[in-house]
């Protein structure tokens, strides 16, 4: 057992899911080891409730050991653990707009007033000054792009995929805020 344990960890994400696809439960144990404390920290950014996470990891993974045989991999440029977030960002945004159409929202939550998101939080935090002042005076659209190309690390393909848009659209959006940040910070 510890040999087999030993002979996943030198593994990449690709192969275990590879492994995952043919029914392997111990390549699925491993990239959930992997993997779930990343995805876990990534929702959290987005969603505060703890509930609501919990039960987009569990869709999550149970569609990966599901349809781990559907993962293209880097055959089309794309990698594991983007395919992973893709996953888990459809399921988030599945659970919200359960939510939005079970629910009317509390009397509370209306009257509250607009908090900044945990990422502009951290984004303040993590980049100070011009370039801070810069990125928060882009237009939202064209942040989303730049925080998930160079803050999250994904391939165009990735982030087009993660935003629902098509691949030029984030080529030219990523253009724009590059072009607007140069303006910016001149």
């Known amino acids: 057992m510890r040999t087999r344990r030993r002979a996943l960890d030198e593994l990449d994400e690709e192969r275990l899911l590879r492994l ?3 029914g ?16 876990a920290v990534r929702l959290r950014r987005r969603c505060a409730d703890e509930q609501v996470v919990a039960e987009v990891m569990q869709e ?17 440029g794309g990698s594991a653990v ?9 399921r988030l945004v599945d659970a919200f707009r359960r939510r939005a ?30 370039v801070g002042d810069a990125l928060r005076r882009l237009a939202p659209e064209l942040r989303q792009v730049l925080q998930a190309t160079v803050l ?5 393909r990735e982030t087009a995929v993660l935003l629902r848009l098509p691949e030029g659209t984030v080529k030219t959006r990523a253009r724009r805020a590059r072009i607007a940040m140069r303006e910016a910070l001149a």
């Open 20 to 22: 995952v696809a043919k």
């Open 24 to 39: 392997d439960r111990a390549a699925f144990d491993e990239l959930y080891r992997r993997t779930s404390p990343w995805l």
């Open 60 to 76: 999550t993974y149970l569609a990966v050991w599901r349809a781990a045989g559907a993962f293209a991999g880097s055959a089309v």
């Open 82 to 90: 983007g395919w992973l977030w893709t996953i888990a960002a459809r």
């Open 101 to 130: 159409h079970h629910a009317e929202p509390p009397v509370a939550a209306a009257e509250r007033a607009v908090v900044p998101a945990a990422e502009e939080e951290a984004l303040a935090g993590t980049v100070g000054g011009d």
């Open 152 to 156: 999250d690390g994904l391939s165009v």
